[in-house]
């Protein structure tokens, strides 16, 4: 859907961000530039009276996106994820959007089950309910298999969700380059970079057989850890359309009431949903990165059961290694060699101080160190040193703010279980095993063991490579050939590019 549709949907979106009273608070978050401003408000002001009314209850932007539908709700949600680009303000009020719209029909859901998995649902199931979650991009039914009895939640996307969403996401494109053509300044909010960002998430949440991989893998991880459950993803049942799971019986998590008539002691809760993200995260390098209380109940037995497995983060080994001896740093509050492991990885340029550096981050970790343990956050100090290494020249790394978000996310879901807990005495131990046991003695043994095995693995190659790096240093270069001159290369490149713009207005022509 190009061309026209697109710069509808763009009058349609500014509009509606007008007549919301959010076009100012979009703008100001991502400190755009007057161009940009100027070229925001020419697409919204004259046509506000075609934007969306929304609810007046809600904050502006929170309303704006919420009635814009389900494609501007995934990307608020996603932007809440990113406070480096929106900033903390609108981040936190992003938040709070609502993943809830009106249900389609059970024999809708039916019959894409039907179409998905090629047999009738009556046939695989003996009971199939109606909606108990409807979301933005899929609903989930309670349903009972036919052929075991068991009771499992049903994943079922909207019909006709993708072409909803590669609409509104051509339109978002479209959206990016206006702003870096009309403000080049602005292109350090890398809004394409923002845009093709969420064209990922949302494809991966478009296709629920790699939801069902990213649970599996999640479960193989995790299968050890004490106190933990994840539903069991029942793969004859689950396809790109559909998503079958095992049913997860449990109090919501973000009930206290219901959590003690249950008998559940909230201060033991709220340590070890801390302690598993820690472990997830660290440990393995791979966490549910939307562990908010919508997203875990506690099981009868008191084990923590978490679903919803469309948002998960990934860490390298390394960045592990790198972020834990930061924590471990500041919990030590060892400030000179927490700047020093900033250097070591390359986030800091290395012409700058050092020493410098340290007192920065100094002051950073006093304030936060000095409050009352119930008060100290571990979101809040990653917040602050992000905002220090920016000033320092250190690049964004997108992975770090995820878990930093998520940390932020995690640590609600803990105080609100156990407002008086220190969230220090939880991390320390977890933080110090996995500092042992990757930085330690037995950690060098292993990383030696698996540069020997990859040095193995090549061994046979190594001296025929040799030989090719020796015979051609031997041979001589063969003559370059003339080089195009810069006014015949700029005749091609126009002539090419008016080639593609009435190859593709043909074709949208075409298409209309």
């Known amino acids: ?281 660290l440990r393995d390098g791979y966490f549910h990165a939307d562990m908010h209380q919508g997203n875990l109940k506690v099981a009868p037995n008191g084990d923590i059961i978490a679903y919803d497995f469309g948002i998960m983060g990934h860490i390298d080994e390394y960045t592990r290694r790198v972020y834990a001896e930061i924590l471990f740093g500041f919990i030590r509050k060892d400030y000179k060699r927490v700047a020093e492991v900033h250097f070591e990885a390359g986030y800091v340029p290395p012409d700058k101080d050092v020493d410098e550096f340290a007192r920065a981050l100094r002051a950073v970790g006093e304030p936060i160190f000095g409050m009352d343990a119930t008060k100290i956050s571990m979101g809040r100090l990653l917040a602050y040193l992000f905002e220090v290494t920016e000033r320092f020249g250190m690049e964004t790394r997108t992975e770090l703010i995820l878990l930093q978000r998520t940390m932020v996310v995690v640590e609600g879901v803990a105080r609100s279980l156990d407002p008086y807990m220190n969230i220090w005495q939880v991390a320390q131990p977890v933080v110090e095993d996995y500092i042992r046991k990757s930085i330690g003695p037995a950690a060098v043994v292993s990383d030696l063991t698996k540069t020997a095995l990859v040095l193995t693995r090549f061994g046979p190659r190594l001296p025929g490579l040799v030989q090719d790096a020796l015979l051609r240093q031997a041979t001589p270069e063969p003559p370059k050939k003339p080089r195009t001159s810069l006014r015949a290369r700029l005749l091609w490149g126009t002539l090419g590019i008016a080639a593609g713009v009435i190859g593709s207005s043909a074709i949208h022509l075409w298409a209309l």
Not at 248 to 260: H, R, W
């Open 1 to 281: 859907m190009r061309g026209p549709h697109n710069i509808i949907r763009l009058v349609r979106t500014g509009a509606t961000l007008v007549r919301t009273g959010a076009m100012n608070v979009v703008l100001d978050a991502f400190k755009a530039p007057p161009p940009l401003r100027a070229v925001a408000w020419v697409l919204g002001w004259p046509f506000q009276w075609l934007g969306y009314k929304g609810d007046p209850s809600m904050p502006p932007a929170t309303r704006a996106l919420t009635a814009l539908g389900p494609a501007y709700i995934k990307f608020g949600q996603v932007l809440s994820t990113r406070p480096d680009v929106v900033g903390d303000e609108l981040a936190l009020q992003l938040r709070v959007l609502q993943d809830k719209l009106p249900p389609f029909s059970v024999e809708e859901a039916k019959a894409a089950v039907a179409r998905e998995l090629e047999v009738d649902a009556d046939a695989l199931f003996s009971s199939f309910s109606d909606p108990v979650a409807a979301a933005s991009i899929a609903q989930v039914h309670k349903a009972t298999l036919r052929e075991t009895g068991e009771t499992v939640a049903v994943k079922v996307l909207r019909p006709g969700i993708e072409k909803a969403f590669r609409k509104d996401v051509d339109a978002f494109y479209l959206a990016a380059r206006i702003i870096e053509m009309a403000a080049p300044q602005a292109r350090r909010l890398r809004p394409m970079d923002v845009i093709e960002h969420f064209d990922g998430v949302v494809q991966g949440e478009l296709d629920l057989r790699l939801e069902s991989s990213a649970a599996s893998e999640f479960a193989a991880n995790t299968a050890n850890d004490q106190g933990f459950q994840l539903p069991r993803i029942m793969w004859p049942y689950s396809g790109k359309r559909v998503m079958t799971l095992g049913w997860a019986e449990g109090v919501p998590m973000g009930d206290n009431a219901a959590i003690d008539a249950a008998g559940h002691d909230r201060r033991v809760l709220a340590a070890r949903v801390l302690d598993l993200f820690l472990n997830h995260a």
